[in-house]
Nanobody, 117 residues
């Protein structure tokens, strides 16, 4: 069983930055794929970015150019550096880890990000 816990959310002004972390614990697959999603109240959860075990990354169009996803495999931790934040980035941000076989996955409880002046 793998658990993931997000941290680093908070209130930030438009144009500001935040760095989210996702720490995985338990029987972590070193080849797992990790991802950030977010959910705005009343809307479906949407993909923000993914990162493979080798560091290959993908971004949503909204995240491209402003957000940077990274991971430290030695610490089983993933990060999301968010820059030039906009009010529309306000959401609960969730971490997902998926085993290399796809057989197991685990979601975190989320961390709230609020972008407001």
């Amino acid at each position: 069983q793998v658990q993931v816990v997000e941290s680093g959310g908070g209130l930030v002004q438009p144009g500001g930055s935040l760095n989210l972390s996702c720490a995985a614990s338990g029987n972590v697959d070193s080849d797992a794929t990790m991802a950030w999603y977010r959910r705005v109240p009343g809307k479906q959860r949407e993909l923000v970015a993914t990162i493979g075990s080798g560091g290959r990354t993908q971004y949503s169009d909204r995240a491209k150019g402003r957000f940077i996803i990274s991971r430290d495999n030695a610490k089983n931790t993933m990060y999301l550096q968010m820059n030039v934040l906009k009010p529309e980035d306000t959401a609960v941000y969730y971490c997902l880890i998926v085993s290399s076989t796809g057989a197991f996955s685990s979601w975190g409880l989320g961390t709230q990000v609020t972008v407001s002046s």
